[in-house]
């Protein structure tokens, strides 16, 4: 677990330090050395009695008893030097940048593993190998360029990959953003991006600690524990943005369930990160957006208005805001008419507000308290203002730093003219502010961070049902697809609305059958997965003789061991409710249009189990065939609350039975007072 010795240390040790600054080992002393790190420094180097000035110790056994080693030696020289180090010398916190580990062979995951046990024994931490290293208020623990200017108002920054880390912050510094803490943790051996954001949560203190969180994630290691710290960190009043890079579709193309065609793992992390309130980003310039965004008051409505002295990117920003959900209103009132007599000639202040390009930072000014104080129909302003070089613009970026400090609602600045106004950029952002070149990216930046929703509740209320019957039913059942029995069982245990239907194995019981169910009857052959294709399925069976003809056409169907009869509906929409579990995630939950629609639209919305009915109400909103529920052309609407209440009672079967990998309902049949399920697979691994 992270602990003082690697946040504060009193003393560090450089294992492998250089005087050649173009190693790893000399550049990480000499950024320490140019940080001014207050506390005891050493070396260990076997040739060196002094390197870069510090006094280098040629055995390692001859050091002082020393708070963190950053260790860049060879990777089969790490094992022995962390068991004297945490043997001797109680050191209890290590930074490893040596690669050769777990990422290139087996002999280096048993190296890597050795050094853990050994760390973990004496309660200490570990960050990579395989990483550049640390960056805090403390030292500056990295071998890389550039090292950013540290401010505890600023992000802190975790990332799964070292080079990614060092690319990232060169695109933040130039746009202003400043970091407060950079964690590489590399191979992620013991400590990961989930731990880092553990001991933040932990230690987290609403006057101190940094608000703003940026993750590079290329595995998650532990979905839960991701879930439980951003969520919680986020309730505490943090923003979070992510990328996570490297989810395949590969294991959904091996999947014999609508399901688990649609279920990808990119779909798991979409619901995780929507479940904890994460913004997910999918490039490093968009993760610097939506941070430099979040370095401003929240945007609490979704009226917007653009205040410019250039038409085409005023156009351009109107279109990828609306497209992101969030409106520029029409402004028409009295005061815009004062606002418009105060301008020059030929302005417009209808929204968006063209002050001309020979507008004023006096006129800017002004704009900008009109929208603050008299504009009601306004939640926050974009400020878009560069310089062909005719003049200098120092006045018009000082309104505008003035603006965003003393106004409630936020104002971004787009600030494009990064070469002729470089200048003043640099003086803007030396007053602590981040800047957007780019207004496209600003509005899609903003419109991601407006429509991701808030952290779920930590206590989900899940429906009652019959527990101990869906128990039986899995124990006794053997792994694979659930006989249609079995599958019933499940569903009147959950108190999920289903068809009435039998199994008949002879020509005999299915005319039995078939007299309890009434005709028309729909046949389905039992056995084969995809019964479309083989034949095996018959609607609107109306009588005894074409149901004896169908049963001894249909029972010759290979794989077949019985047919499955069931009352025939004929009138509502065809939903699809469904289930897939994801390693590690557990049960997405997915829900939308059914039938064939499901493979042709696939207009699906996808929830981490478990579910309450506020979510489950919000998936069937989210679906862009949503209409259909509320009804179109004369036609009536489908019953949301018993579609949500029985989205509610499938979590509640997952929570129950977890061993249900695959579960399709597909489809259910909705009307305006009613939704039955038609058909339903399961198929369950112990």
Not at 1 to 16: E, F, R
Not at 190 to 197: A, D, P
Not at 523 to 537: L, Q, W
Request: proline fraction near 5%; hydrophobic fraction near 40%.
């Amino acid at each position: 677990m992270i602990n003082n010795q690697l946040l504060k240390p009193a003393s560090i040790v450089i294992v492998g330090g250089s005087d050649d600054i173009h190693k790893p080992g000399g550049k990480i002393l000499y950024n320490i050395i140019k940080g001014k790190y207050n506390g005891k420094l050493y070396v260990s180097n076997p040739k060196k009695d002094v390197v870069q000035g510090i006094k280098s110790f040629k055995n390692i056994n001859d050091l002082p008893e020393t708070d963190l080693a950053i260790l860049a030696i060879p990777a089969k020289f790490c094992p022995k030097t962390v068991k004297i180090l945490t043997d001797n010398k109680k050191t209890k916190a290590f930074i490893i940048l040596s690669a050769g580990f777990s990422e290139t062979s087996k002999k280096g995951a048993e190296w890597e593993q050795k050094i853990v046990n050994t760390v973990n024994r004496v309660g200490g931490v570990l960050i990579g190998p395989n990483g550049i290293g640390m960056l805090t208020p403390n030292y500056h623990g990295v071998f890389t360029s550039p090292v950013p200017k540290l401010d505890k108002k600023g992000v802190d920054f975790i990332s799964g990959s070292g080079a990614t880390a060092v690319f990232i912050m060169e695109l933040g510094i130039p746009a202003g953003l400043r970091f407060a803490n950079v964690y590489s943790v590399g191979n992620s051996a013991q400590t990961g991006v989930e731990e880092v954001l553990e001991y933040m949560d932990n230690s987290f203190d609403k006057k101190t600690s940094p608000t703003v969180k940026m993750l590079y994630l290329e595995q998650i290691e532990n979905p839960k524990k991701l879930l439980k710290h951003a969520s919680s960190l986020i309730r505490k009043g943090c923003k979070i943005a992510a990328i996570k890079s490297g989810c395949s579709n590969a294991g959904s193309r091996a999947a014999s369930s609508h399901t688990g065609a649609l279920a990808t793992s990119d779909l798991a992390v979409d619901a995780l990160f929507k479940k904890a309130g994460i913004v997910r980003c999918n490039s490093r310039l968009e993760l610097i957006n939506v941070a430099s965004a979040f370095m401003y008051p929240e945007l609490k409505g979704k009226n917007i208005a653009i205040i410019t002295h250039a038409g085409g990117p005023a156009v351009m920003l109107s279109d990828a805001l609306e497209k992101g959900n969030l409106n520029v209103p029409e402004i028409n009132n009295s005061q815009s008419k004062n606002l418009l007599e105060k301008l020059f000639s030929g302005s417009s202040v209808t929204n968006p507000i063209d002050f001309l390009a020979t507008g004023t930072a006096e006129q800017l000014g002004l704009i900008i308290d009109y929208c603050e104080n008299y504009f009601y129909n306004i939640d926050a302003m974009i400020v878009i203002f560069g310089t062909p070089g005719l003049t200098k613009v120092f006045d018009a970026y000082k309104i505008i730093e003035e603006k965003i400090k003393s106004c409630k609602k936020p104002i971004y600045p787009v600030l494009p003219s990064i070469n002729m106004a470089k200048k003043e950029i640099d003086e803007f952002i030396s007053t602590g502010l981040t800047f957007f070149p780019e207004e496209v990216l600003l509005g899609n930046a903003i419109s991601k961070i407006f429509n991701t929703p808030k952290p779920t509740n930590k206590q989900i209320e899940l429906p009652d049902i019959d527990k101990i019957t869906v128990r039986k039913i899995i124990e006794n059942s053997n792994n694979g697809y659930l006989s249609p029995q079995n599958v019933q069982g499940l569903l009147d245990a959950a108190g999920i609305n289903r068809v009435k239907e039998a199994v008949a194995d002879s020509l005999e019981t299915c005319i039995k059958y078939a007299k309890n169910i009434t005709y028309p009857i729909v046949m389905k052959v039992v056995g084969p997965v995809h019964k479309s294709d083989v034949g095996g399925v018959v609607l609107n069976v109306k009588n005894e003789k074409q149901l004896i003809e169908e049963f001894e056409r249909m029972i010759q169907i290979k794989d077949t061991s019985g047919i499955l009869l069931q009352q025939y509906l004929s009138s509502g929409t065809e939903l699809f409710a469904g289930a897939k579990y994801e390693d590690k995630f557990g049960h997405l939950i997915l829900a939308g249009l059914g039938g064939i629609y499901i493979e042709i639209l696939k207009d699906v919305a996808t929830e981490l189990s478990p579910i309450d009915k506020n979510i489950a109400k919000k998936m069937i909103k989210s679906l862009k065939s949503y209409s259909l529920f509320e009804g179109v052309r004369g036609q009536k609407g489908i019953n949301e609350d018993k579609f949500a209440d029985i989205l509610t009672r499938l979590s509640a079967l997952l929570e129950i039975a977890p061993e249900i990998k695959e579960l399709d309902m597909n489809p259910l049949l909705g009307t305006e007072n009613n939704i039955i399920t038609v058909d339903a697979r399961i198929r369950i691994l112990k």
